[in-house]
């Protein structure tokens, strides 16, 4: 499959410019790209020229590619028009499965045949969105490109395709994000959710039972967060995290001492069995994270990482209007 | 009940002094108090040392409380002798029930009568490690307040009585934990894993089933929050990071568009039937954290402290020998 050298890419496609499509056209804008916009409300412009300025500062702050021009796009209603000359394609529209069926199928249709063509959505798998699109060479163009909110300065991407995504596609894909700036997670296969957002799920589905219970308040479910282990998720994922709370001994003396508890009541969701495979093999995959550093080293980091942290935050606290975030 | 005036203390007692009781007796120090530890480990004291002299640039970096002094600590091996003369006392044994029981029934005999007692305890109620207590009146002066580890950088302390702890007590604790610098949740009643713990909990069993499952390796996990959702939770809760995702009509727009979705396989949580009553709540807390600010104000702070955020760990991962935290 011959796919475009994404050296040469100077302009690309958004499809949609909501929250997420729009935040998207701010990301390539300042990786000093053209952005062709299709987005058929009528106040497409306005929406997106605003988003685009309050971005702009954050985005210059962590700094623009050569040539970055926060005015380089245009709004078609014609899609054919917003795909001309473009060298990839975003779709971001609404999560609503049968119109990005359609829409997936038509951008397919409309867009050379070496084009790449990524989706933004959270909730279905391209297996799912590819099902109105005949040609399989089309099917095989199209790719999960998941983002974060706001997807102009968080870098995760969720690299996954459909079944009948072609493996270079997904590839291509990958290294596309990588090339312009992204954090890029290339899974192996769909699963609902993906991976950031089952666990942010998870967390918050338990967050809404205990609102639903009585036992916490939205205000200390978030302060719980703040203040709590969301000062320690910027630096450590949850895996590192406990495994330098197990001290010298990480994460194999935390499954050890602490597996039992797995089995007490403590979510609403069931631990899996702790078999010795599954022990074993999260304990490699910290010891791997952490390399040669010793325990000492881990300790100051993350702990200069706190301070940090809270430093930055409680510096923007004090000039929101009304106080804490 | 008559309870110790708290502006007069100027010694507390540590029982326990391992990850998060060392921690406990660094922030203590840091605070100006003197500390009397209780660890029956022979290396207590060597450990100790080690701990309080890794958290002290921290500790340094976020300002000490005048006076504050790295040295004034003694460790103890007689119980009696640790608590001579300290104005509270902090229990972070194991997460052993029958030890817990043991020595909190210890504790709340040989302590004055005026002495609140607060447990570290993440895994136990306060009704089931106080049920050697014979006396109701030692028993009414025990309360849970539960730190995050590190417990010296990470403000939150969940603070919660028993079924015989006295209210003043648990009033107390919280005005007392408060006035030290933490950032206090007075839990209204016992509920297994707190709140932050239950909201950590769900995300971690998730992320095992996706290990067990081979859906997602540990780097995978840990990336996917530290370059995704964990760069906004510093700022912003759960809660509030929805309602601001759901642009200018807010959680409420969140909860009715994709409130469907909730019922979808994301995770192996169920989520909890979304009734108009739980709708509501979660709207209003929303509408009432945000308060007077605009949604422009609100996006523009949350840029800020994403952006803020990024660069702090940049700068730190840089640091770290061996590259990324």
């Not at 500062?57 to 473009?86: K, N, S």
Request: hydrophobic share 45%; charged share 25%.
């Amino acid at each position: 499959m011959h796919l475009r050298d994404m050296t040469t890419i100077d302009t690309v496609a958004c499809v949609g410019a909501g929250t997420i499509g729009g935040g998207w056209v701010a990301y390539f804008l300042a990786r000093g790209l053209a952005v062709r916009v299709w987005d058929p409300s009528p106040d497409a412009a306005d929406r997106l020229r605003r988003l685009i300025d309050n971005a702009w500062p954050a985005l210059t702050e962590l700094g623009l590619a050569e040539g970055a021009d926060l005015d380089a796009w245009t709004v078609h209603t014609d899609l054919a028009e917003a795909l001309d000359g473009v060298g990839f394609v975003q779709e971001s529209a609404p999560e609503d499965l049968d119109m990005k069926r359609q829409l997936l199928a038509d951008i397919a249709r409309a867009a050379p045949s070496d084009i790449v063509i990524g989706s933004s959505t959270s909730g279905y798998s391209m297996t799912e969105m590819a099902a109105a699109v005949q040609d399989d060479a089309q099917a095989a163009r199209l790719v999960v490109g998941h983002p974060f909110n706001p997807p102009y300065l968080i870098p995760l991407v969720e690299v996954v395709g459909g079944d009948r995504t072609d493996g270079a596609v997904t590839e291509w894909a990958a290294s596309w994000y990588d090339a312009i700036g992204k954090s890029v997670i290339r899974m192996d296969r769909e699963v609902p959710g993906f991976i950031a957002n089952r666990l942010q799920e998870a967390l918050w589905r338990e967050a809404l039972h205990m609102v639903q219970n009585g036992e916490a308040t939205v205000e200390q479910i978030d302060r719980s967060i703040t203040e709590g282990p969301g000062l320690r998720w910027p630096l450590q994922g949850p895996m590192l995290t406990f495994h330098l709370a197990g001290g010298e001994g990480g994460m194999a003396h935390m499954l050890d001492h602490f597996g039992p508890s797995l089995l007490s009541p403590w979510t609403r969701l069931e631990a899996p069995e702790l078999t010795p495979r599954l022990r074993d093999t999260v304990v490699a995959g910290c010891e791997e994270a952490v390399g040669e550093r010793s325990f000492d080293e881990r300790v100051r980091a993350r702990d200069a990482a706190i301070v940090a942290v809270r430093e930055a935050v409680d510096d923007i606290r004090v000039t929101l209007p009304g106080g804490a975030g």
